[in-house]
């Protein structure tokens, strides 16, 4: 029996909805939530990922407003325009969209974000507080993302062994962090496996929800998954594919069509944790909007 397919498309446009209706009573209390985004240089995949941000906000209600810098800015003239967004009233969000230029220090960039309005949750006071379980932080939006989907499609990892593939900052180490805290959204036995595992099928056969977050396509196939696992699947990966128009497709990490036939339940690339990515983003303004307008806030989802 092939697995229920996870749906990050449909989950993201429900969180979605419900965002639209909390700007909609802020907007009522004269509370705008801001999103600034901060493009330096002209990279076509950057450039499509911050629109697609800024589309997605400003239909929701959020004020969006793009910074476009040239491939040579100075570092200086960067860090000065975070430091205007991090005191501006009207900015509650900050995103620096990486990579960077050679010439900048990422680190110090990201350093120079209030972590109040740090919406990727990188400033590692946001990560410091997170990994000492607290939720008054910004926390990773592509981790938060997973947590959404097992909590919305009745996969709580509470009590359960969560096996991560993947040990980056960006996805494998907050991913483990969320699900140790405590609550019904945590509280499960965390492992992590990596390049460096030996036997890694061995470990991901113990996991009752299994995360892949490597950038190696294909890696986890059938065998190394428990039956009746839930499987969410991060990786976005490009392989020649000659008989399609663009040449190639975009597959995860997961054998998708194996994985499906033992997983209980499963995410699918594209149209999985992608679009939640985005979504969590957006809930990160609007709690961050909350948090620094607090008499205006209507709640935290």
Not at 7 to 23: D, F, H, N, W
Not at 58 to 79: A, N
Not at 237 to 247: I, S
Request: net charge negative.
């Amino acid at each position: 029996m092939s697995a229920e397919i996870i749906s990050g498309t449909a989950i993201a446009k429900e969180i979605r909805e419900e965002l639209k209706y909390r700007v909609l009573e802020m907007r009522s209390d004269g509370a705008v939530p801001g999103l600034a985004t901060v493009l330096v240089g002209a990279n076509p995949a950057s450039q499509l990922y911050v629109g697609m941000k800024n589309k997605a906000a400003k239909e929701i209600g959020i004020h969006s407003r793009q910074i476009d810098l040239p491939q040579d800015v100075p570092e200086e003239e960067l860090l000065g325009i975070v430091e205007g967004l991090n005191a501006d009233p009207e900015i509650h969000g900050i995103l620096v969209q990486l990579p960077l230029p050679d010439h900048i220090d990422e680190d110090r960039v990201l350093l120079a974000i209030d972590p109040a309005k740090d919406v990727d949750g990188f400033h590692p006071r946001n990560v410091g507080a997170l990994s000492i379980g607290r939720r008054d932080v910004m926390t990773p939006c592509t981790p938060t993302g997973v947590i959404e989907m097992l909590m919305r499609t009745g996969n709580a990892p509470r009590g359960k062994h969560a096996v991560i593939v993947g040990r980056s900052n960006i996805v494998g180490k907050p991913m483990a962090a969320l699900l140790l805290r405590k609550g019904e959204d945590g509280d499960a036995t965390v492992s992590i496996a990596h390049s460096r595992t030996p036997d890694m099928g061995a470990i991901t056969r113990q996991a009752d929800i299994l995360i892949v977050a490597v950038g190696i396509a294909g890696l986890v196939t059938a065998d190394m998954v428990k039956p009746g696992a839930v499987v969410i699947d991060v990786g976005i990966n490009r392989v020649d594919a000659p008989d399609t128009e663009r040449g190639y497709r975009v597959v995860g990490d997961v054998d998708f069509e194996g994985v499906k036939e033992v997983a209980s339940a499963i995410t699918p690339v594209p149209g999985g944790v992608g679009p939640m990515t985005i979504a969590l983003l957006l809930k990160n303004t609007v709690d961050s909007a909350g948090r620094l307008a607090p008499d205006r806030n209507r709640g935290a989802m």
